[in-house]
């Protein structure tokens, strides 16, 4: 009973912050001293439950880096020149004909150099949308496409959080999970590809704004020398660098091209670091504004203190009663579409797909395991199952905030195809990757 007035009280002060939009970081402290209150109720002694405490903080200390590294990225890509170039370049490349297709893959290329969906909504995804606007296409539509790509992106991407967050929590190996997940969205990704190359015909663009390409060229100089940054964010991954070397290094190659081609001066520059881009030029600073370390402190402090009160939940077994329950749904519909569904239901709940991830992870381990599960099989269903599916949840943050930088309702969703055709993929052909002792069992 404990337990469930602290989880009560937690989703209370969740949707109330979202109501009264503000951060949901001290409805998620909350729930941290909550579920600290029960522990020490419980009798566990004081300094275990900090143990416990820390031991979950440190689980998304590899995660919180990257994003705050990744802060610094958008930033200095924005002051260099190298954001603009892209923007300009899609812009000019932009057929008519395939209009909505074009929006697709660009969003997709965009996300997966970001490694951030809402990056992209909020940059190029909102160019498309003027440009749509604009020349009259149906907006959904286009939305629809934008949001596939950018969710295919920042799903695929090795700098995106959601798979660093999985592989910190499941202790696997990053690059192998970016393999096996290109491997599970090739088929999503070739018919969402077929299904926005068909839709082009029936919703064309008949003609191509040119006042955002003028804008960004009256802002910036667009060196092609912009595009270094992207080229190396791109290229070292491939080599298996880590991660954080290879952010490091197109963020200090962007840095170069913001002193000596944008001729700003170092000061300015490390404002855009730490507070983001912003620019003089309302124009310019419509498309451009953003990025910077304070654009990802709320996103850390959410998955530090989600992670923090999840190892207290998994290490108190607060939830052990839950697990008999899980197992009887695991052996009528399999542990994949069981984990899909509360993935689903804690995306509701909580509105956020970090903290469904890591109670999903802790409910649903042991089950798993019985099965023979490994590691790699429990971090994709995570991925190709739990974060997928919170992207159907209209309210939770990562449909809603991509939807309101683009300026589209719920309406939108039948047209984000890569959502769902992910996860009925993958549930279909999951027995065929993992044909060991978990499929047999499911």
């Known amino acids: 009973m404990d337990v469930l007035i602290a989880s009560a009280i937690l989703i ?19 729930g941290l001293v909550l579920y600290v209150l029960v522990s020490l109720k419980r009798g566990f002694a004081p300094k275990d439950v900090l143990k416990m405490v820390w031991g979950g903080a440190k689980q998304s200390f590899a995660v919180v880096e990257i994003l705050l590294l990744i802060g610094i990225l958008t930033g200095v890509w924005r002051a260099g020149g190298t954001m603009a170039l892209l923007v300009t370049g899609v812009v000019k490349l932009v057929s008519p004909q395939f209009f909505v297709f074009i929006a697709f893959l660009s969003a997709g290329v965009m996300a997966y150099l970001m490694g951030s969906c ?16 604009a020349g009259g296409v149906n907006e959904l539509v286009v939305a629809g496409a934008i949001i596939s790509g950018a969710y295919f992106g920042d799903r695929t991407a090795p700098i995106a959080p959601c798979i660093n967050f999985v592989t910190g929590l499941t202790k696997t190996d990053l690059y192998q999970n970016v393999k096996l997940m290109w491997k599970t969205a090739a ?3 070739l018919i969402c590809g077929a299904l926005y190359f068909g839709l ?3 919703h064309p663009l008949p003609e191509v704004d040119g006042s955002i390409t003028s804008a960004l060229e009256n802002g910036f100089s667009l060196h092609i020398l912009a595009l270094i940054p992207a080229a190396i964010l791109l290229l070292l991954p491939l080599f298996k660098v880590k ?6 290094a197109s963020s200090l190659a962007a ?7 944008e001729k700003m001066p170092l000061p300015a520059l490390l404002k855009c670091a730490v507070m983001g881009y912003s620019s003089q030029d309302a124009a310019v ?3 451009m504004a953003g990025g910077g370390i304070v654009s990802m402190l709320n996103m850390c402090l959410i998955i530090l203190v989600s992670c923090s009160f999840a190892g207290v939940i998994r290490q108190t077994g607060m939830l052990d009663s839950v697990k008999p329950h899980l197992e009887k749904i695991a052996r009528r519909i399999s542990p994949f579409w069981g984990m899909t569904a509360m993935g689903w239901i804690l995306s509701a ?7 469904s991830q890591a109670l999903n992870y802790t409910l649903w381990y042991d089950v798993y395991k019985k099965r023979g599960a490994t590691d790699t099989e429990i971090a994709l269903d995570l991925q190709n199952g739990v974060l997928m599916v919170s992207c159907l949840v209209p309210w939770a943050v990562s449909c809603s905030v991509p939807f309101a930088m683009l300026g589209v309702g719920t309406a939108v969703m039948p047209f984000v195809a890569f959502t769902y055709l992910t996860i009925i993929w993958y549930g279909i052909m999951k027995k065929r990757w993992f044909p060991g002792k978990t499929a047999a069992q499911q």
């Open 187 to 189: 088929v999503p990704l």
């Open 12 to 30: 209370a002060a969740v949707v109330a912050s979202l109501i009264a939009g503000i951060s949901i970081v001290p409805a998620f402290l909350l």
């Open 200 to 202: 082009s015909f029936f």
């Open 118 to 133: 809402f990056g992209t909504a909020g940059t190029l995804g909102a160019v498309f949308m003027m440009l749509a606007r």
């Open 243 to 248: 991660v954080r070397y290879a952010v490091m």
């Open 255 to 261: 840095a170069v091209m913001a002193l000596a081609a």
């Open 349 to 355: 709940v909580f509105c956020n797909v970090t903290i």
């Open 285 to 287: 600073n419509t498309l």
